[in-house]
């Protein structure tokens, strides 16, 4: 009897320890309780990255596409890297950035004497009134604009983005928007870096040529009646006022504090908006080969102003534009020019 009851207990621990055994490969089975290896932590915790944020870049690398909120509070959906923009003024701050646009406005536009031959070469006109079926037949992928009156045919041919003319403070702001449009926010940066390189040592030359209390005005004549303009018209306004920080005389400095950029004036009240360096356009005469109008140049109130004050007249085209380019080759004439005069008093 006793070995009997010895026997029963071995049989009833034999079968405790089998199922035992069975519930262990079962758990096992079931639920993946390792932990991760040390090398798995480290390299985590190195690159930061989680299932998620990977998942985000790769979708990031595929996406051909993005949301662009405009000026206006739209939102476009536009290229990631557009390949075929068409513009009508923005000819310039797209060159700087690496995009050759495959249409743009010649008149005012791919006329500007400061882009370089090569760069513009190719780009069609797309007519100064814009013509919609030129635009349509050039596909664009991209249309940027100045013009709010256009903007709603343009964007049934391609998105497009409206910037008119004005909407940023500096030309820094504006390459960078457009930096943040074509994707290229870095080739935006490097150029405002170089070109401040290019700022500072203009300033260095003109130390101690410029008088602290001397003033710099621009003025343009045409039919009959003068124009004075402020720092953000175009006209070099930018680079004398904004980069050189010459001074405005006071009447034009008035003007500019009201909320204008250019006025229009007589000839007999330029005297009142006169400076120490006057900048002086004459589209009329210089389509005519000429300097200045003759009865600019018969006016006594001219020739009394010319022997006050320094005026340069130069060549309208080349004060006209206030893209990149323009005021790189504006900076080196403006400081070419008060170095010149300078020079001649010593």
């Known amino acids: 009897m006793k070995e009997f009851k010895i026997s029963k207990m071995l049989v009833v621990l034999c079968l405790a320890l089998m199922i035992s055994i069975l519930s262990a490969c079962s758990d096992t089975g079931e639920e993946n309780t390792e932990e991760p290896s040390v090398s798995e932590e480290t390299s985590n915790a190195e690159t930061g990255n989680t299932d998620d944020e990977e998942a985000k870049e790769e979708e990031q690398q595929e996406a051909t596409t993005k949301m662009y909120t405009t000026l206006q509070g739209e939102e476009v959906e536009i290229p990631v890297n557009p390949q075929r ?133 621009i003025y343009q004549y045409y039919e009959k009646a003068f124009y004075v303009y402020g720092n953000k018209f175009g006209r070099g306004g930018p680079v004398i006022y904004d980069l050189l920080g010459l001074k405005m005389p006071d009447k034009i400095q008035e003007m500019v504090d009201g909320g204008e950029q250019w006025g229009n004036i007589s000839l007999e009240v330029l005297p009142e908006y006169a400076a120490d360096h006057m900048f002086l356009t004459d589209n009329a005469a210089a389509e005519n080969g000429m300097m200045l109008s003759q009865e600019v140049l018969d006016s006594s109130i001219y020739q009394n102003l010319a022997k006050e004050n320094e005026v340069y007249v130069v060549d309208p085209d080349r004060m006209w534009y206030d893209d990149p380019y323009a005021i790189e080759g504006q900076l080196e004439d403006v400081v070419e020019l008060l170095l010149a005069v300078n020079s001649s008093k010593e």
């Open 85 to 217: 923009v068409v513009t009508d003024f923005s000819v310039g701050a797209l060159l700087k950035l690496g995009i050759k646009p495959v249409g743009a406005v010649q008149e005012y536009g791919l006329d500007n004497p400061h882009f370089p031959a090569e760069e513009i070469e190719g780009i069609e006109d797309i007519g100064s009134s814009i013509s919609l079926e030129k635009v349509t037949s050039l596909n664009p992928d991209l249309i940027i604009t100045i013009s709010p009156d256009q903007y709603e045919s343009l964007s049934k041919i391609a998105p497009t983005i409206l910037i008119p003319y004005g909407s940023y403070d500096n030309f820094e702001d504006e390459l960078l928007a457009y930096g943040e449009i074509v994707n290229k926010t870095e080739e935006a940066e490097a150029w405002i870096a170089d070109f401040k390189v290019k700022i500072s040592e203009a300033k260095q030359k003109l130390e101690g040529v410029i008088g602290e209390d001397e003033t710099a005005g």
